[in-house]
């Protein structure tokens, strides 16, 4: 038997999100409008999603570091 959740909050603006059987999320996920996520399948904590997930996969978000020179030498404190 498959079921699938559906998302109407974004009824008004553009479509629902489905979600299928046995897909989990972490936290500060953002799922957008007309977002299909496939079963089984795992989306990580702050992903934004914009396009569809089919079953069986993982999606983590990808985070860089950005290094940059700070402090008085620079901006004349």
Known sequence: MHTAIVLAAGMGRGGMA????????????????????????CIGP????????????????????VVKPWGPERYRW
């Open 18 to 41: 489905f979600m299928g059987d046995r897909m989990r999320t972490g936290v500060n996920v953002v799922i957008n409008p007309g977002v299909r996520i496939g079963g089984h399948s």
């Open 46 to 65: 702050g992903v934004i999603l914009y396009n569809d997930v089919p079953d069986g996969k993982l999606v983590l978000a990808k985070q860089e570091h």
